[in-house]
T-cell receptor, first 113, second 112 residues
Framework: GAGVSQSPSNKVTEKGKDVELRCDPISGHTALYWYRQSLGQGLEFLIYFQGNSAPDKSGLPSDRFSAERTGGSVSTLTIQRTQQEDSAVYLC???????????FGPGTRLTVT | DQQVKQNSPSLSVQEGRISILNCDYTNSMFDYFLWYKKYPAEGPTFLISISSIKDKNEDGRFTVFLNKSAKHLSLHIVPSQPGDSAVYFCAASGGSNYKLTFGKGTLLTVNP
């Protein structure tokens, strides 16, 4: 079946602009996660959704970052007033309620100039 | 502070030989460990996992070993193949903590 998809695959934006990143999880997966990978770093947890609610937003680095999930499916990560340090690959993952393994999308490479 | 550490940024092995990738962790609450493999421009792909109630899990050419007392796990790939060349990430989660904590990754190169 279809895996996790993310769009866009690449995004270049000017400092100060807002960006929206989209994630389509695997059909039927109730859990959805956002991570980011900065250059030379491991993956850093941002936010977790169970259904439409986000019980853990602890990884969001600032209030410029927000995310929502509608219909228990698609999620959007929004970064307002982007800064150069926001440049990274943003990865989305999903998992079913009974599984511990998370399945990742290909990521969105964000470059803030 | 880095709770999951992969101290070798890179590893090079000959085709057919064994690859051993290492990972150390500091958080004693971690009870589930995973290895992911990542090719350039792709997301990480789940490879193999192990629960803290076990000390070994095997899947084909891949075996993960867990030493809880040393807070250390390793991934063995034997025999190594050129297609195994990728970045390997160690990840851990604990208790009701669903989120994964990742190491920085080890770049494995398998030479033909």
């Amino acid at each position: 079946g279809a895996g996790v998809s993310q769009s866009p695959s690449n995004k270049v934006t000017e400092k100060g602009k807002d960006v929206e990143l989209r994630c389509d999880p695997i059909s039927g997966h109730t859990a959805l996660y956002w991570y980011r990978q900065s250059l030379g770093q491991g993956l850093e947890f941002l936010i977790y959704f169970q259904g439409n609610s986000a019980p853990d937003k602890s990884g969001l680095p600032s209030d410029r970052f927000s995310a929502e999930r509608t219909g228990g499916s698609v999620s959007t990560l929004t970064i307002q007033r982007t800064q150069q340090e926001d440049s990274a690959v943003y990865l989305c993952a999903s998992s079913s309620y009974l599984e511990d393994e998370q399945y990742f999308g290909p990521g969105t490479r964000l470059t803030v100039t | 502070d880095q709770q999951v550490k992969q101290n070798s940024p890179s590893l090079s092995v000959q085709e057919g030989r064994i690859s051993i990738l290492n990972c150390d962790y500091t958080n004693s609450m971690f009870d589930y460990f995973l290895w992911y493999k990542k090719y350039p421009a792709e997301g990480p792909t789940f490879l193999i996992s192990i629960s803290s109630i076990k000390d070994k899990n095997e899947d084909g050419r891949f075996t993960v070993f867990l030493n809880k007392s040393a807070k250390h796990l390793s991934l063995h790939i034997v025999p190594s193949q050129p297609g195994d060349s990728a970045v390997y990430f160690c990840a851990a989660s604990g208790g009701s903590n669903y989120k994964l904590t990742f190491g920085k990754g080890t770049l494995l190169t398998v030479n033909p």
